[in-house]
């Protein structure tokens, strides 16, 4: 447990570490500074993508444009379960009692 608990304050020690070094010298145009973005540019970047069950690494406007329709279509509403709205006996305008206390100063007692 002892054990645990020293390298578990022995990481926490580098990870600051590493912060404070960032902090120092992340800012300015160093080798340090270059690294990091570089190894971070390499860490985000996507080469391929899976579209339809093939893997693609054409042109970043094809793998955009399948993005793009992949969430058109996983968003896309089908309105077949909405209920139809059959409704005969719609009033179109409300009655001027009604908007009078629609109308009305909110009261906390009824």
Same mark, same amino acid.
């Given at each position: 447990?002892?054990?645990?608990?020293?390298?578990?304050?022995?990481?926490?020690?580098?990870?600051?570490? #590493?912060?404070?070094?960032?902090? %120092?010298?992340?800012?300015?145009?160093?080798?340090?500074?270059?690294?990091?973005?570089? #190894?971070?540019?390499?860490?985000?970047?996507?080469?391929?993508?899976?579209?339809?069950? &093939? =893997?693609? #690494?054409?042109?970043? =406007?094809?793998?955009?444009?399948?993005? =793009?329709?992949?969430?058109?279509? !996983?968003? %896309?509403? #089908?309105?077949?379960?909405?209920?139809?709205?059959?409704? !005969?006996?719609?009033?179109?305008?409300?009655?001027?009692? &009604?908007?009078? !206390? !629609?109308?009305?100063?909110? &009261?906390?007692? =009824?």
């Amino acid at each position: 447990m002892q054990y645990e608990e020293t390298a578990r304050n022995e990481e926490i020690h580098w990870r600051q570490r #590493s912060r404070i070094q960032w902090i %120092k010298n992340g800012d300015k145009n160093t080798k340090f500074f270059h690294r990091m973005a570089t #190894s971070h540019k390499r860490n985000n970047t996507m080469i391929s993508f899976m579209i339809n069950g &093939e =893997v693609s #690494s054409d042109h970043p =406007v094809v793998i955009r444009n399948a993005i =793009v329709d992949f969430y058109e279509i !996983l968003y %896309k509403e #089908s309105e077949s379960w909405r209920p139809p709205l059959n409704i !005969l006996d719609v009033q179109t305008t409300i009655a001027e009692e &009604e908007q009078t !206390l !629609l109308s009305r100063d909110f &009261e906390g007692e =009824v």
